[in-house]
DNA sequence: ATAGTGGTTAGAGTAAACTCTAAGTCAAAC
DNA sequence: GTTTGACTTAGAGTTTACTCTAACCACTAT
């Protein structure tokens, strides 16, 4: 289990960030009984998958709807590929335009 | 010669955004007698190749940097193209992530 | 007892890239 | 003779994704 401040130090982000994150539904935290936010090993790695669709300069919006497809459950599971799916052909899309204009 | 309106229709953007990138010395069209911007065919190409490279997402100091190059002539060849091969490698790296996040 | 970390709400500030409005002028076209 | 489209400066508003400050409370450790 980890503080708000550990997860921050952990993956070098700052806790605004995180609590922005949680009022946006992408990381939701567990509480202890004094109210403060404990985030688990698993709570860390669907962090640090977030942080690495962010890197792909996926929007935050997107980002969202893939975690809330992600909370529903395993069947799921054709839609959040598919939305990964999109964006990889977005971005391949994008380097197809700039090789054609490289020209 | 185009006037602003015919650009801005033609290429699809707004009448503000041309005077903007103006502003922004990305685009400097000619004047007439009245003040008035005429664009040439060679300023609607360059505005074509402009935004196709916004299409891939170059941010505009980048644009701008390239548009700095190009006024500069010839002998900026090398560097402009070193600018676009790193936009690549960018885009390039964003979907290399992707595929590894993918896993 | 005070520093440090955690919590809250509410709201201001930032950067990018526009986007638009105001308020006024001027010339061409119908 | 008025509508249309151009011009100007100056500044306000928008979106995204934070980023930070204020102001105040609670708990733990030194």
Redesign the pocket.
């Given at each position: 289990m980890y503080?708000?401040?550990?997860?921050?130090q952990l993956v070098g982000?700052?806790?605004?960030?995180?609590?922005?994150?949680?009022?946006?539904n992408?990381i939701l935290?567990d509480?202890n009984e004094?109210?403060?936010?404990k985030y688990t090993e698993s709570h860390l790695q669907w962090l640090k998958f977030v942080l690495k669709l962010?890197e792909t300069?996926?929007?935050?919006?997107?980002?969202?709807e893939y975690a809330f497809l992600y909370t529903e459950g395993e069947h799921t599971a054709i839609n959040r590929l598919k939305l990964l799916e999109d964006h990889k052909s977005s971005i391949e899309n994008q380097l197809k335009t700039l090789k054609e204009t490289n020209k």
């Open positions: 503080t708000i401040g550990e997860v921050a982000v700052s806790t605004h960030t995180l609590r922005y994150y949680e009022k946006e992408i935290p509480r004094h109210g403060e936010r962010k300069q996926m929007p935050i919006t997107k980002i969202k």
